[in-house]
Nanobody
């Protein structure tokens, strides 16, 4: 069955870096977009960015230049590298499978999330 499992969250100081991982299984990664979302306390879930099946990557303005999505096809892994983290980046981060484009997401499978806390 389709599974996505996030890992790598934790506590980091403002200005620090963190890399989240999304382990995928049960499907061929090449055929699908994988997106990252986040949900901060008291807020709705929002898109962070996406790696589309045709090799493009898209990022929301709030993270552009700081976050990078990459894939390791051999390991069926998708990563979210985050640098220059800010307190407002604190959230539960989710990876999801589906289709995506510029500021457009259509996801049908979700992981359970990993918590990122940015605090001094």
């Amino acid at each position: 069955q389709v599974q996505l499992v996030e890992s790598g969250g934790g506590l980091v100081q403002p200005g620090g870096s963190l890399r989240l991982s999304c382990a995928t299984s049960g499907f061929t990664l090449d055929y699908y977009a994988i997106a990252w979302f986040r949900q901060a306390p008291g807020k709705e879930r929002e898109g962070v960015g996406c790696s589309s099946s045709d090799g493009n990557t898209y990022y929301e303005d709030s993270v552009k230049g700081r976050f990078t999505i990459s894939r390791d096809k051999a390991k069926n892994m998708v990563y979210l590298q985050m640098i220059s983290l800010k307190p407002e980046d604190k959230a539960v981060y989710y990876c999801a499978r589906g289709v995506c484009g510029e500021k457009r997401y259509g996801m049908n499978y979700w992981g359970k999330g990993t918590l990122v806390t940015v605090s001094s």
